[in-house]
Protein backbone atom coordinates (compact mmCIF):
# COMPACT_ATOMS: atom_id res chain seq x y z
CA UNK A 1 0.00 0.00 0.00
CA UNK A 2 1.55 3.70 -1.15
CA UNK A 3 2.28 5.66 2.23
CA UNK A 4 -0.43 8.75 2.74
CA UNK A 5 2.83 10.25 2.91
CA UNK A 6 3.85 10.30 -0.65
CA UNK A 7 2.45 13.51 -2.69
CA UNK A 8 0.96 12.56 -5.86
CA UNK A 9 3.41 13.38 -8.82
CA UNK A 10 3.41 17.47 -9.95
CA UNK A 11 1.22 17.43 -13.15
CA UNK A 12 3.90 18.57 -15.91
CA UNK A 13 3.69 18.03 -19.70
CA UNK A 14 4.56 14.70 -21.29
CA UNK A 15 7.37 14.55 -23.48
CA UNK A 16 8.87 11.69 -25.64
CA UNK A 17 13.01 11.08 -25.59
CA UNK A 18 13.25 8.32 -28.39
CA UNK A 19 10.32 5.74 -27.23
CA UNK A 20 10.28 6.28 -23.72
CA UNK A 21 7.83 9.07 -22.27
CA UNK A 22 9.06 11.48 -19.83
CA UNK A 23 6.30 13.36 -17.47
CA UNK A 24 2.62 13.40 -17.71
CA UNK A 25 1.87 9.89 -16.31
CA UNK A 26 4.93 8.27 -17.57
CA UNK A 27 6.79 5.72 -14.80
CA UNK A 28 9.73 7.80 -13.29
CA UNK A 29 12.82 6.49 -16.08
CA UNK A 30 16.38 6.05 -15.19
CA UNK A 31 19.52 7.29 -16.65
CA UNK A 32 22.81 7.31 -17.10
CA UNK A 33 25.92 8.51 -18.94
CA UNK A 34 28.63 6.18 -21.00
CA UNK A 35 32.01 7.13 -19.98
CA UNK A 36 34.52 6.24 -23.39
CA UNK A 37 34.78 8.66 -26.08
CA UNK A 38 32.06 8.58 -28.24
CA UNK A 39 33.98 8.14 -31.71
CA UNK A 40 35.07 4.66 -30.15
CA UNK A 41 32.38 3.13 -31.45
CA UNK A 42 33.64 -0.42 -29.71
CA UNK A 43 33.97 0.76 -26.21
CA UNK A 44 30.99 2.94 -26.38
CA UNK A 45 28.45 0.13 -27.80
CA UNK A 46 30.05 -2.16 -25.15
CA UNK A 47 28.88 0.66 -22.77
CA UNK A 48 25.64 0.94 -24.12
CA UNK A 49 24.68 -2.99 -23.68
CA UNK A 50 25.73 -3.01 -20.30
CA UNK A 51 23.47 -0.17 -19.38
CA UNK A 52 20.87 -1.23 -21.30
CA UNK A 53 21.32 -4.86 -19.31
CA UNK A 54 21.33 -2.88 -16.24
CA UNK A 55 18.06 -1.60 -17.05
CA UNK A 56 18.73 2.24 -17.96
CA UNK A 57 16.17 3.34 -19.51
CA UNK A 58 17.65 6.38 -21.48
CA UNK A 59 21.52 6.90 -21.94
CA UNK A 60 23.48 10.53 -22.77
CA UNK A 61 27.02 10.31 -24.25
CA UNK A 62 29.31 13.49 -24.78
CA UNK A 63 30.02 15.37 -27.96
CA UNK A 64 33.27 17.18 -27.61
CA UNK A 65 34.03 17.40 -31.19
CA UNK A 66 32.92 16.31 -34.61
CA UNK A 67 34.14 12.64 -35.20
CA UNK A 68 32.11 12.36 -31.52
CA UNK A 69 29.04 13.99 -32.91
CA UNK A 70 28.84 11.72 -36.39
CA UNK A 71 29.81 8.67 -34.36
CA UNK A 72 26.16 9.25 -33.17
CA UNK A 73 24.66 8.24 -36.44
CA UNK A 74 26.36 4.48 -36.07
CA UNK A 75 25.91 4.01 -32.47
CA UNK A 76 21.69 4.92 -32.77
CA UNK A 77 22.02 2.45 -35.16
CA UNK A 78 23.58 -0.28 -32.74
CA UNK A 79 20.93 0.05 -30.14
CA UNK A 80 17.71 0.65 -29.22
CA UNK A 81 18.01 3.30 -26.35
CA UNK A 82 17.20 6.46 -26.72
CA UNK A 83 20.38 8.38 -26.79
CA UNK A 84 20.80 12.13 -25.84
CA UNK A 85 23.80 14.32 -26.67
CA UNK A 86 25.52 16.05 -24.13
CA UNK A 87 27.01 19.49 -25.05
CA UNK A 88 29.02 22.13 -24.00
CA UNK A 89 30.57 25.35 -25.59
CA UNK A 90 30.22 24.06 -29.34
CA UNK A 91 26.59 24.66 -30.45
CA UNK A 92 27.49 23.26 -33.89
CA UNK A 93 27.84 20.34 -32.77
CA UNK A 94 23.97 19.97 -31.48
CA UNK A 95 23.16 20.96 -34.94
CA UNK A 96 25.33 17.71 -36.15
CA UNK A 97 24.13 15.42 -33.16
CA UNK A 98 20.25 16.66 -33.54
CA UNK A 99 20.14 14.29 -36.50
CA UNK A 100 20.93 11.09 -34.98
CA UNK A 101 19.76 11.36 -31.49
CA UNK A 102 16.89 11.92 -29.22
CA UNK A 103 17.52 14.85 -27.29
CA UNK A 104 19.88 17.30 -27.17
CA UNK A 105 21.73 18.09 -23.76
CA UNK A 106 22.57 22.07 -23.64
CA UNK A 107 24.21 24.09 -20.81
CA UNK A 108 22.88 27.69 -20.82
CA UNK A 109 25.76 28.87 -19.21
CA UNK A 110 28.56 27.60 -21.69
CA UNK A 111 26.35 27.02 -24.88
CA UNK A 112 26.96 30.75 -26.18
CA UNK A 113 24.66 33.49 -27.59
CA UNK A 114 20.66 33.71 -28.51
CA UNK A 115 21.25 32.96 -31.96
CA UNK A 116 23.28 29.75 -31.13
CA UNK A 117 20.15 28.61 -29.12
CA UNK A 118 17.88 29.28 -31.62
CA UNK A 119 19.13 27.18 -33.98
CA UNK A 120 20.13 24.45 -31.98
CA UNK A 121 16.47 25.16 -31.14
CA UNK A 122 15.01 25.27 -34.88
CA UNK A 123 17.07 22.04 -35.84
CA UNK A 124 15.54 20.33 -32.91
CA UNK A 125 12.20 21.26 -34.34
CA UNK A 126 12.98 20.03 -37.09
CA UNK A 127 13.57 16.66 -35.97
CA UNK A 128 10.61 16.72 -33.65
CA UNK A 129 13.00 16.02 -30.72
CA UNK A 130 13.18 17.62 -27.07
CA UNK A 131 16.31 19.61 -25.03
CA UNK A 132 17.15 19.44 -21.96
CA UNK A 133 18.00 22.76 -19.98
CA UNK A 134 20.76 21.60 -17.75
CA UNK A 135 21.64 24.12 -15.39
CA UNK A 136 25.02 23.03 -13.30
CA UNK A 137 25.26 25.39 -10.12
CA UNK A 138 29.10 25.48 -10.73
CA UNK A 139 28.77 26.64 -14.48
CA UNK A 140 25.87 29.19 -14.47
CA UNK A 141 25.78 31.92 -17.00
CA UNK A 142 28.22 35.19 -15.89
CA UNK A 143 25.41 37.33 -15.45
CA UNK A 144 23.38 35.51 -12.71
CA UNK A 145 27.00 34.13 -11.06
CA UNK A 146 27.74 37.82 -10.39
CA UNK A 147 24.40 38.87 -9.53
CA UNK A 148 23.09 35.34 -7.55
CA UNK A 149 25.97 33.62 -6.97
CA UNK A 150 26.15 29.51 -7.21
CA UNK A 151 23.04 29.47 -5.47
CA UNK A 152 19.46 27.95 -6.05
CA UNK A 153 17.84 31.14 -6.94
CA UNK A 154 21.30 32.24 -9.45
CA UNK A 155 20.14 28.53 -10.97
CA UNK A 156 16.63 29.18 -11.36
CA UNK A 157 16.93 33.01 -12.84
CA UNK A 158 19.18 30.74 -15.24
CA UNK A 159 16.20 28.37 -16.23
CA UNK A 160 13.72 30.43 -16.66
CA UNK A 161 15.84 32.99 -18.62
CA UNK A 162 16.66 29.77 -21.05
CA UNK A 163 13.17 28.60 -20.98
CA UNK A 164 11.73 31.60 -22.34
CA UNK A 165 14.43 32.01 -24.85
CA UNK A 166 13.27 28.39 -26.30
CA UNK A 167 9.43 29.39 -25.75
CA UNK A 168 10.02 32.99 -28.17
CA UNK A 169 11.51 30.55 -30.56
CA UNK A 170 8.55 28.48 -30.59
CA UNK A 171 10.06 25.69 -29.20
CA UNK A 172 8.18 23.81 -26.09
CA UNK A 173 9.71 20.45 -26.43
CA UNK A 174 11.94 20.94 -22.94
CA UNK A 175 12.56 19.31 -20.20
CA UNK A 176 15.22 20.65 -17.14
CA UNK A 177 17.72 20.05 -14.57
CA UNK A 178 18.78 22.30 -11.71
CA UNK A 179 21.76 19.94 -10.47
CA UNK A 180 24.21 21.18 -7.86
CA UNK A 181 26.83 19.35 -6.08
CA UNK A 182 25.21 18.90 -2.82
CA UNK A 183 21.59 18.12 -1.94
CA UNK A 184 20.53 21.14 0.03
CA UNK A 185 21.09 23.43 -2.83
CA UNK A 186 19.60 20.60 -5.39
CA UNK A 187 16.57 20.25 -3.27
CA UNK A 188 15.89 23.98 -2.90
CA UNK A 189 16.07 24.95 -6.66
CA UNK A 190 13.99 22.10 -7.95
CA UNK A 191 11.63 22.62 -5.01
CA UNK A 192 11.43 26.79 -6.02
CA UNK A 193 10.86 26.17 -9.73
CA UNK A 194 8.26 23.37 -9.67
CA UNK A 195 5.57 25.53 -9.39
CA UNK A 196 6.78 28.08 -12.09
CA UNK A 197 6.72 25.82 -15.18
CA UNK A 198 4.70 23.27 -16.83
CA UNK A 199 7.91 21.19 -18.27
CA UNK A 200 9.16 17.91 -16.71
CA UNK A 201 12.31 17.53 -14.71
CA UNK A 202 15.39 15.79 -14.83
CA UNK A 203 16.79 14.85 -11.41
CA UNK A 204 20.10 14.76 -10.19
CA UNK A 205 22.92 15.56 -8.19
CA UNK A 206 25.94 16.37 -10.12
CA UNK A 207 29.20 15.62 -9.13
CA UNK A 208 28.64 13.59 -6.23
CA UNK A 209 31.62 11.84 -6.17
CA UNK A 210 32.22 7.81 -5.56
CA UNK A 211 29.75 5.44 -4.67
CA UNK A 212 29.64 5.98 -1.23
CA UNK A 213 29.23 9.68 -1.17
CA UNK A 214 26.92 9.61 -4.29
CA UNK A 215 24.71 6.98 -1.94
CA UNK A 216 23.99 9.62 0.50
CA UNK A 217 23.79 12.78 -1.75
CA UNK A 218 21.46 10.80 -3.86
CA UNK A 219 19.17 9.36 -1.07
CA UNK A 220 18.74 12.57 0.23
CA UNK A 221 18.28 14.84 -2.55
CA UNK A 222 16.37 12.74 -5.36
CA UNK A 223 14.05 10.92 -2.34
CA UNK A 224 13.05 14.27 -1.07
CA UNK A 225 12.28 15.54 -4.18
CA UNK A 226 10.35 12.35 -4.92
CA UNK A 227 8.21 11.87 -2.22
CA UNK A 228 7.16 15.18 -2.77
CA UNK A 229 6.19 14.02 -6.64
CA UNK A 230 9.21 16.11 -8.16
CA UNK A 231 10.75 14.68 -10.92
CA UNK A 232 10.04 12.76 -13.88
CA UNK A 233 13.75 11.35 -14.76
CA UNK A 234 16.51 11.12 -12.66
CA UNK A 235 20.41 9.66 -12.81
CA UNK A 236 22.55 9.26 -10.11
CA UNK A 237 25.96 10.45 -10.95
CA UNK A 238 28.95 7.88 -9.66
CA UNK A 239 32.47 8.13 -9.99
CA UNK A 240 32.58 4.15 -10.69
CA UNK A 241 30.76 1.27 -12.47
CA UNK A 242 27.79 2.07 -15.04
CA UNK A 243 26.01 0.12 -13.27
CA UNK A 244 26.07 0.94 -10.13
CA UNK A 245 24.64 4.30 -11.08
CA UNK A 246 20.90 2.13 -12.36
CA UNK A 247 20.98 -0.27 -9.43
CA UNK A 248 21.45 3.01 -7.01
CA UNK A 249 18.51 5.22 -9.05
CA UNK A 250 16.73 2.12 -8.85
CA UNK A 251 16.78 1.39 -5.47
CA UNK A 252 15.60 4.98 -4.63
CA UNK A 253 12.58 5.00 -6.84
CA UNK A 254 11.51 1.51 -5.33
CA UNK A 255 12.45 2.55 -1.48
CA UNK A 256 10.36 5.89 -2.00
CA UNK A 257 7.17 4.12 -3.06
CA UNK A 258 7.73 5.96 -6.76
CA UNK A 259 8.57 2.25 -8.26
CA UNK A 260 6.74 -1.40 -7.67
CA UNK A 261 9.04 -3.65 -9.29
CA UNK A 262 12.15 -5.83 -7.65
CA UNK A 263 12.65 -7.21 -3.70
CA UNK A 264 12.92 -4.74 -0.71
CA UNK A 265 14.67 -6.41 1.85
CA UNK A 266 14.12 -5.69 5.21
CA UNK A 267 16.79 -6.99 7.81
CA UNK A 268 17.52 -6.39 11.43
CA UNK A 269 21.32 -4.34 12.65
CA UNK A 270 23.85 -6.47 13.77
CA UNK A 271 23.28 -6.98 17.72
CA UNK A 272 24.44 -9.37 20.54
CA UNK A 273 20.58 -11.08 20.50
CA UNK A 274 21.78 -12.52 16.93
CA UNK A 275 22.23 -16.45 16.84
CA UNK A 276 22.94 -17.06 13.76
CA UNK A 277 25.27 -15.67 10.88
CA UNK A 278 22.83 -13.22 9.60
CA UNK A 279 25.33 -11.37 7.76
CA UNK A 280 26.30 -14.07 5.57
CA UNK A 281 22.92 -14.96 5.16
CA UNK A 282 21.32 -11.56 3.84
CA UNK A 283 24.09 -11.66 1.31
CA UNK A 284 23.39 -14.16 -0.05
CA UNK A 285 19.50 -13.30 -0.24
CA UNK A 286 20.38 -10.12 -2.03
CA UNK A 287 23.05 -11.71 -4.08
CA UNK A 288 20.77 -14.54 -5.63
CA UNK A 289 17.41 -12.83 -5.91
CA UNK A 290 18.41 -9.60 -8.01
CA UNK A 291 16.93 -10.85 -11.12
CA UNK A 292 13.50 -10.70 -9.66
CA UNK A 293 11.62 -8.04 -11.08
CA UNK A 294 8.25 -8.95 -9.58
CA UNK A 295 7.33 -6.47 -6.25
CA UNK A 296 8.16 -8.18 -3.45
CA UNK A 297 8.67 -7.64 0.34
CA UNK A 298 11.24 -10.08 1.73
CA UNK A 299 12.13 -9.76 5.57
CA UNK A 300 15.40 -11.88 7.27
CA UNK A 301 15.66 -11.29 10.84
CA UNK A 302 18.43 -12.52 13.23
CA UNK A 303 16.28 -13.26 16.60
CA UNK A 304 12.95 -13.34 18.02
CA UNK A 305 12.08 -9.64 19.08
CA UNK A 306 10.99 -8.55 15.80
CA UNK A 307 11.24 -11.72 13.39
CA UNK A 308 7.62 -12.23 13.83
CA UNK A 309 6.59 -8.91 13.92
CA UNK A 310 8.41 -8.28 10.22
CA UNK A 311 7.70 -11.43 8.66
CA UNK A 312 3.53 -10.39 9.33
CA UNK A 313 4.46 -7.21 6.68
CA UNK A 314 6.62 -9.20 4.30
CA UNK A 315 5.55 -11.28 1.72
CA UNK A 316 8.30 -13.87 2.52
CA UNK A 317 10.81 -13.99 5.64
CA UNK A 318 13.48 -15.95 7.59
CA UNK A 319 13.12 -15.89 10.86
CA UNK A 320 16.18 -17.31 12.68
CA UNK A 321 16.66 -18.63 15.84
CA UNK A 322 19.57 -20.75 17.75
CA UNK A 323 21.01 -22.24 14.30
CA UNK A 324 17.87 -22.88 13.32
CA UNK A 325 15.37 -20.73 11.23
CA UNK A 326 11.65 -20.90 10.33
CA UNK A 327 10.74 -19.48 6.76
CA UNK A 328 6.98 -17.77 6.83
CA UNK A 329 4.99 -16.88 4.19
CA UNK A 330 1.59 -14.96 4.67
CA UNK A 331 2.19 -15.38 8.31
CA UNK A 332 2.59 -18.61 8.68
CA UNK A 333 5.53 -20.99 9.23
CA UNK A 334 6.42 -22.78 5.80
CA UNK A 335 9.46 -24.75 6.81
CA UNK A 336 12.07 -25.37 10.16
CA UNK A 337 15.42 -25.17 8.96
CA UNK A 338 19.08 -26.08 9.46
CA UNK A 339 20.90 -22.43 9.60
CA UNK A 340 22.78 -23.78 6.76
CA UNK A 341 20.08 -25.01 4.68
CA UNK A 342 17.79 -22.06 4.87
CA UNK A 343 18.96 -20.12 1.82
CA UNK A 344 18.57 -22.08 -0.22
CA UNK A 345 15.07 -23.33 0.06
CA UNK A 346 14.15 -19.36 1.01
CA UNK A 347 15.62 -18.48 -2.44
CA UNK A 348 13.59 -21.53 -3.96
CA UNK A 349 10.19 -20.32 -2.32
CA UNK A 350 11.00 -16.72 -3.80
CA UNK A 351 11.72 -16.74 -6.87
CA UNK A 352 8.30 -19.27 -6.70
CA UNK A 353 6.20 -16.73 -5.32
CA UNK A 354 7.44 -14.67 -7.65
CA UNK A 355 6.28 -16.39 -10.40
CA UNK A 356 2.93 -17.30 -8.82
CA UNK A 357 2.84 -13.24 -8.65
CA UNK A 358 3.73 -12.65 -12.51
CA UNK A 359 1.36 -15.42 -13.59
CA UNK A 360 -1.01 -13.06 -11.44
CA UNK A 361 -0.38 -9.97 -13.07
CA UNK A 362 1.04 -8.48 -10.17
CA UNK A 363 3.60 -6.11 -11.38
Known sequence: MESKKIKPRHPTKKIFVGNVAVGGDAPISVQSMTFSKTHNIIETKAQLDRLQLAGAD??????????????????????????????????????????????????????????????????????????????????????????????????????????????????TNIKISLKASDAPRTIEAYELLRPLVPYPFHLGVTEAGTIYHSMIKSSIALGNLLMQGIGDTMRCSITGELEEEIKLAKSILRYCGRQKEGITIVSCPTCGRIEADLVSAI?????????????????????????????????????????????????????????????????????????????????
Open 58 to 171: IVRLAVLNKEDALALKTLKQMTSLPLVADIHFKYKLALIASEYVDCIRINPGNIGSKQKIKEVAHACNERGIPIRIGVNGGSLEKEFEQKYGATPKGMIESALYNIKLLEDFGF
Open 283 to 363: KQVEQRLTHIKTPLQVSVMGCAVNALGEAKHADIAIAFGNKIGHIIKDGKVLAKLKEEDIVDVFVYEVEKLAKQKEAQGVM
